[in-house]
């Protein structure tokens, strides 16, 4: 049971250069977002989506951008790469269903971003 | 959306209970309350969830008080492995509100 899977684990950018990171989670998961953390911070939401075919902003979407085309994938998209953009970004899902932990969210292991 | 706020920082030692408190003033009538935990270079990991009263698991428990607008987090004879940063969440899970926004967080230094 693999949850949910992030790809790259590690990545090195240059300023101005676009990358995609992957999000992939098993668990037929309505619910997935994204979240970022800066070192010795706490996390930060960019995007998040109720299903396949919508999204919506979080609280620093700037710079990025998702798409869902799928349950299982939620990819996070950022263009022009910029310094401030360093840090560790966290995918994560959850059901919508009722039931005792139904706010349980499920994170992937992190992708750790520095843009030189 | 319910803001929470937690202390900071909290220090400890091998053997005692210690309680983190969070408290959440606008709270609304559908919001549940969760907590996490997160070890460095780890993603958070769900740790206990209430909506009131108290709930138990083998971990933890979770008592919020009938106004609903704090929760506190007791972890029973903590050990060094509890050194973490520990996350209160509140949302309404099954409804409109589907931002997860999380607080500052507590980080926890448990001392042998």
């Known amino acids: 049971n693999a949850g949910v899977t992030q790809t790259p684990k590690f990545r090195i950018l240059k300023i101005g250069q676009s990358m995609t990171l992957q999000c992939t989670q098993d668990m037929n998961h309505n619910y997935m977002y994204w979240y970022r953390q800066d070192p010795g911070m706490g996390l930060k939401l960019i995007y998040y989506s109720v299903g396949a075919g919508i999204t919506d902003k979080g609280e620093v979407p700037n710079g990025y951008n998702v798409s869902r085309s799928t349950t299982e994938d939620f990819p996070l998209r950022l263009e022009l790469a910029a310094p401030s953009q360093t840090s560790v970004y966290f995918c994560a899902s959850r059901s919508g269903t009722s039931g005792t932990r139904t706010g349980e969210l499920f994170f992937g292991e992190g992708s750790r971003l520095t843009v030189l | 959306l319910a803001k929470t706020t937690q202390p900071i920082s909290m220090d400890s030692y091998e053997g005692q209970e210690v309680n983190i408190t969070c408290s959440h003033n606008?709270?609304?009538?559908?919001?549940?309350i969760t907590w996490y935990q997160q070890f460095p270079s780890q993603g958070p990991r769900f740790i206990i969830q209430?909506?009131?009263t108290k709930v138990t698991n083998e971990v933890a428990s979770l008592f919020i008080p009938a106004d609903r607008k704090s929760s506190t987090l007791s972890l029973p004879r903590v050990s060094l492995s509890d050194t973490a940063v520990y996350y209160c969440l509140v949302g309404n899970y099954g409804g409109a509100t589907n931002k997860l926004i999380f607080g500052t967080g507590t980080l926890l230094a448990v001392q042998p």
């Open positions: 606008n709270i609304a009538t559908n919001d549940y």
């Open positions: 209430g909506y009131k």
